[in-house]
T-cell receptor, first 111, second 119 residues
Framework: GIQVEQSPPDLILQEGANSTLRCNFS?????LQWFHQNPWGQLINLFY???GTKQNGRLSATTVATERYSLLYISSSQTTDSGVYFC?????????????FGKGTHLIIQP | GAVVSQHPSWVICKSGTSVKIECRSLDFQATTMFWYRQFPKQSLMLMATSNEGSKATYEQGVEKDKFLINHASLTLSTLTVTSAHPEDSSFYIC???????????????FGEGSRLTVL
């Protein structure tokens, strides 16, 4: 099956800093999503971005499908941005496919 | 976005009992739902694909007799953990896609999750 690798696994930053999280995947995808998992476990949809660039406030994401990677940018980090960020993909095999998740990036924003 | 809701949010049960977790699509119909499991400090692993009106498709290594899935309506899928044991303790999360005409972007939406503790 498709492989998803996220980096870095852990990231500690001061409030106000910018960060870039990376997601590499091993095959063509028809779905790529970024999530933030909050302390209670809920997955918050950040972006649905199988290709192209999107922005939502301080967050933006870019997927270069031909090179099989996606980047999540967080600018002017706040302590509430702390948590685990997951990238998840579904390959282009067709059908109603569930997502394959990376192992996540654990982000800690210190005040 | 589409809303997916799970119930219960958390459950504690004795070893050997069965536990049912519900996953509902609140404002849309879903012919397909997905069940995931997440152990502490690990990623989410797809367990099975729930198909309305037909049998679920299980991922390799997931025991279908242990994790019974029923998708009897277009808004409800249930996961029953049968004869639960402490090693089944985990966070179970479901997801679905809004497949209504004009709204299906391919994006999946997730429930709040259900935390199971087996004593």
């Amino acid at each position: 099956g498709i492989q998803v690798e996220q980096s870095p696994p852990d990231l500690i930053l001061q409030e106000g800093a910018n960060s870039t999280l990376r997601c590499n995947f091993s095959d063509s995808v028809n779905n790529l999503q970024w999530f933030h998992q909050n302390p209670w476990g809920q997955l918050i949809n950040l972006f649905y971005i199988p290709s192209g660039t999107k922005q939502n406030g301080r967050l933006s994401a870019t997927t270069v499908a031909t090179e099989r990677y996606s980047l999540l940018y967080i600018s002017s980090s706040q302590t509430t941005d702390s948590g685990v960020y997951f990238c998840a993909v579904a390959d282009s095999g067709g059908g109603a496919d569930g997502l394959t998740f990376g192992k996540g990036t654990h982000l800690i924003i210190q005040p | 976005g589409a809303v997916v809701s799970q119930h219960p949010s958390w459950v504690i049960c004795k070893s050997g009992t069965s536990v049912k977790i519900e996953c509902r699509s609140l404002d849309f119909q879903a012919t397909t739902m997905f069940w995931y499991r997440q152990f502490p400090k690990q990623s989410l692993m797809l367990m099975a694909t729930s198909n309305e009106g037909s049998k679920a498709t299980y991922e390799q290594g997931v025991e279908k007799d242990k994790f019974l899935i029923n998708h009897a309506s277009l808004t409800l899928s249930t996961l029953t953990v049968t004869s639960a044991h402490p090693e089944d303790s985990s966070f179970y999360i479901c997801s679905a896609r809004d497949q209504r005409a004009g709204r299906d972007t391919g994006e999946l939406f997730f429930g709040e999750g259900s935390r199971l503790t087996v004593l």
